[in-house]
């Protein structure tokens, strides 16, 4: 008989995700009718939430304000514990004592994106205009709607100029929009394994993911949660897929090459012969757990229509004519979704802009994922970076 061994079901409610979505475990910045955040589409989005987590304290002249910028599928749990998956803080390489940026030394600030879902508002929140939830009568948000949203809890918070911007990835697209629609307000910007535009290529790969989970039964055009389900099959193959982007061949040959998984011999069925499979089939089903399928498809359709040359006339430099903040760009040699040569473009359009910039290309096999990993020459970069940024600030680091 052939066997066929199916993405296992999430571990958790959809009570228990829905919790996270309007009553996150983290603090929540709410902005009322007098208050609407304007969309790109047209659309004032209002009453809205952002959720976030700060770490370490605000100095007097508050001036050591770092933002952190999450990717396509983090929030703001960047160096706690996550309340749903029970696991570390999805940057804790980069953050915490001791490391880069130190909660002794900066105030840090992580918020959950716009159209996110784990607190700030998006399509898994409830509409106040109808008590359901919003599903994909939720407007269509960019990276520009995102940097808006954090621009309005900064000014919630009080600080007028951050110290640093940092993120990678979708992050660190939301760097460059920061660089791009608040340069004043940016001392330093650390933009890491990102573009300043969405290849057709990645569209691409984001349109196969958005397919997955559309093509799934229990998708219901948008509208899962009204039958209280969640397309989760649809969703894990996205990630799946998603996820080999993010890795290189080299990694995947060194982690896995072409092992059995717990197995001598081939079943010769569907089952997951190959611990490469298993691998790629538990990252889809423990994703599914803490992310909602309708922000997978807003978050990576904000991701394809970021493109900043496009804001500007299509030349890029404009973008940054005139600017201050301090950059440094890091890439990744193994990196094929942000490729070096989409950072290199960007280093020589901040040159144009006579920005001060610094540029790392770092060689790892371990790909895009590299910004998240114990990459020594990585994190060393950073820690310089930020020391040399606070000098010229003028900031006076607290001893440990």
């Known amino acids: 008989m052939v066997g066929v061994q199916s993405i296992p079901s999430p571990a958790i409610t959809a009570d228990e995700r829905s919790h996270e979505v309007d009553h996150p475990s983290s603090q929540v910045a709410q902005f009322g009718t007098e208050q609407p955040l304007r969309l790109d589409c047209g659309v004032d989005l209002s009453p809205f939430q952002i959720a976030y987590q700060t770490y370490g304290v605000l100095n007097a002249d508050r001036s050591n304000a770092v933002l952190l910028c999450h990717a396509l599928t983090g929030d703001q749990h960047v160096a706690n514990v996550h309340p749903v998956t029970g696991k570390p803080g999805w940057w804790d390489t980069l953050v915490g004592p001791g490391r880069p940026i130190d909660p002794q030394h900066y105030f840090i600030i992580c918020s959950n994106v716009i159209g996110g879902c784990m607190g700030s508002t998006g399509p898994a929140s409830i509409n106040p205009a109808t008590g359901k939830v919003w599903g994909l009568d939720f407007p269509v948000i960019t990276i520009p709607d995102m940097v808006r949203a954090q621009a309005m809890l900064i000014d919630r918070l009080g600080i007028d100029t951050l110290f640093a911007v940092v993120g990678g990835s979708m992050g660190g697209m939301q760097v460059l929009q920061w ?155 193994s990196d094929w979704l942000f490729p070096t040569s989409e950072s290199r473009a960007l280093v020589h359009a901040l040159n144009a802009s006579s920005a001060r910039v610094s540029f790392a290309e770092i060689e790892t096999d371990r790909g895009h994922d590299a910004f998240l990993l114990d990459v020594p020459e990585f994190l060393d970069i950073s820690r310089a970076f930020l020391q040399s940024a606070g000098k010229a600030r003028g900031l006076t680091l607290r001893d440990g």
């Open 179 to 333: 660089t791009a629609a608040y340069p004043s307000r940016v001392f330093s910007a650390l933009a890491i394994a990102c573009s300043t535009r969405h290849s057709a290529q990645n569209i691409a790969f984001h349109e196969l993911g958005r397919q997955a989970v559309m093509a799934d039964p229990d998708w219901h055009s948008g509208g899962y949660a009204e039958h209280g389900l969640h397309p989760h099959r649809g969703l894990a193959v996205a990630r799946m897929a998603a996820h080999i982007t993010y890795l290189s061949d080299a990694a995947l040959h060194r982690k896995f090459g072409r092992r059995m998984q717990d197995r001598e011999l081939p079943t010769f069925s569907f089952d997951a012969d190959f611990q490469v499979e298993s691998y790629l089939r538990y990252q889809g089903s423990s994703f599914v757990e803490r992310f909602d399928a309708n922000s997978y498809l807003y978050l990576t359709r904000a991701m394809d229509y970021f493109d900043i040359a496009g804001d500007h006339g299509g030349v890029l430099a404009k973008a940054f004519a005139a600017i201050q903040t301090r950059f440094c760009v890091v890439s990744f040699t």
